[in-house]
């Protein structure tokens, strides 16, 4: 593989790195708003106003039907 052709593909890598890390940002600071008693568990009811979209999509990523999701589960979701 020619230098050229390895520098492109690092430089190519990075704006999705910076777009992941923007997501995740944005994530942890709305779940930490909506976690109103700072466990670090959403519940079902803790996002229905606050974070809709995990809301509508709350059971699939509870995969374990524990009854809340985490912050990590979220990430982990978005970057699907």
Known sequence: MSLICLASCIFAAVPACADDISRNKEIQERFAKCDINRDGKLTL??????????????????????????VAQIEAMAAR
């Open 45 to 70: 009811n803790e996002a229905k106003d606050c974070m809709p979209r995990i809301y509508d999509h709350f059971s699939r990523i509870d995969e374990q039907n524990k009854g809340y999701v985490t």
